[in-house]
DNA sequence: CAGGTGGTTAACAAGGTCATTAATTATGAG
DNA sequence: CTCATAATTAATGACCTTGTTAACCACCTG
């Protein structure tokens, strides 16, 4: 039961019932490419979800899911107009993965041999 | 069969050989908290594979996975000595995760409120 | 060489992920 | 109201992940 967190416990007189809510981490929801490519897709401008599933191979509710994921984990927020739900982006969850990856920068910017990294692998990359 | 590559065909005259090389990606290796752990463990000192196991709850077979998919993506490099294995942190490789997260810091970074919600997240967490 | 220690591999189990198709719900348009 | 469209849910399947234990290999030490 990994990943999963009990956000409330609302108890009437009889009925205990429990709400389960998707502790989904921000760094499980960029692990998969496809979500990658959806944030990517929707960082400039609002769209619905077939407008983003047109982008893909994938089904619409293979999409339908990538983008619940990113919801709860608070990456994307939703916003209904109508029968569309129009996904937005929602940048600042990223700051956790940066502030992460932030920390060990200067083990790898020291040398200041990103650069030369970097560019070795752009060549490697269209070579 | 994702995340698989075949990386190099040797063809011999009547073997021919593949050799598949996981094509771990970064953000698949740090979407897991445990290798994120063993990152911060190894960050500042190279261990060997018992020394960090002593620092969590499961045991040496499943560490040494981590490592080994820490290692297959590039996170990680090992040096034997003797009988051990020390780890060594490539920090390099996390450049790929700053630079995806770096595209978009401007959305989030532009409104000067990260650091408002960081102070509210920290205060959130040791309430 | 024998035995202990570091580490990996093998076999397996439980659960998660990511996709599918079919059915369902809900909204807007004629 | 009826139909088309937007989207979700349900049921299912294949594969991946993450852990276990037991057995094994490799190296150092006495």
Redesign the interface.
């Known amino acids: 039961m990994r990943n999963r967190s009990v956000s409330h416990i609302f108890v009437t007189e009889r009925f205990p019932i429990v709400c389960f809510m998707m502790r989904r ?1 921000v ?2 929801a ?2 998969d ?1 496809t979500r ?1 490519d959806i ?1 990517g897709l929707i ?1 400039h401008r609002s769209l619905n979800l077939n407008a983003v599933a047109d982008n893909f191979d994938i089904s619409r509710p293979a999409i339908s899911k990538h983008i619940k994921i990113l919801t709860e984990c608070g990456l994307l927020t939703i916003k209904q107009q109508g029968r569309d739900r129009y996904c937005t ?1 929602n ?2 969850k ?2 956790e ?6 920390q ?2 200067k ?2 910017t020291e040398k200041l ?2 650069l030369g ?2 560019l070795e692998k752009e060549a490697g990359e269209t070579k």
Do not use: G
């Not at 993965?97 to 932030?102: H, T």
């Open positions: 981490d760094f499980q960029i692990a490419p990658r944030i960082a982006a940048f600042k990223l700051n993965v940066s502030a992460w990856v932030d060990y920068r083990f790898w041999d990103a990294d970097f």
